[in-house]
């Protein structure tokens, strides 16, 4: 008798160009003075070396609303500043996200032009994970817009200096 267990592999990418350097935009995705300024509005702290934690921390806003203070844990897998990030990503938004256990998650900022245009690729290795997929994929109106929300605001706070969510 052949036991077999079903098992998903999903993998998004998301992907944008921003007029900002390399450095820029890497300061705002691992720096917490930079990091909740957009998006969820919420802090992630990186210790950056292969090894080292990665921790989203919950906004007041999500705290008041019940949520934990740590949202999301990982670990650094490889550093590479200011153009390469790979980490592995544990959705704690409940139960179903934590139970589905670590995803991966890979940075990619490519210079593409002169005049500072950058790449920015986020690749999410999502396998096993429904629930976190279709959080961050965008698809779970309740979870807001996911990666394409967080790049699309990291964008526009590095062309414009300010979150198109207004919590400045």
């Known amino acids: 008798m052949t036991e077999s267990t079903a098992t998903s592999t999903v993998v998004q990418v998301h992907r944008v160009f921003i007029k900002a350097t390399a450095q820029a935009i890497w300061d705002a995705i ?9 998006g969820y509005h919420a802090p992630a702290e990186y210790d950056l070396r292969p090894g080292g934690a990665y921790r989203g921390l919950a ?9 934990p203070d740590v ?7 490889s550093v590479d500043p200011p153009h390469r990030l790979v980490q592995t990503w544990r959705a704690l938004f409940g139960p179903a ?3 589905e256990g670590p995803t991966r998650v890979t940075w ?3 210079e593409i032009a002169d005049g500072g245009i950058c790449r920015v690729t986020v690749t999410h290795e999502l396998d096993n994970a429904p629930v976190t997929a279709e959080t961050v994929g965008g698809d779970s109106m309740e979870a807001g817009g996911g990666w394409s929300m967080m790049l699309s ?6 062309e414009t200096g ?7």
């Open 71 to 77: 949202i999301i844990d990982g670990e650094v897998i």
């Open 59 to 67: 906004s007041q806003a999500m705290r008041d609303a019940g949520s």
């Open 108 to 110: 990619e900022i490519a």
């Open 30 to 38: 691992v720096d917490p003075a930079w990091n909740c300024k957009y």
């Open 162 to 168: 300010s979150s198109f969510q207004n919590r400045d």
């Open 153 to 158: 605001d990291l964008k526009t706070l590095l």
């Open 97 to 99: 996200t934590a139970a």
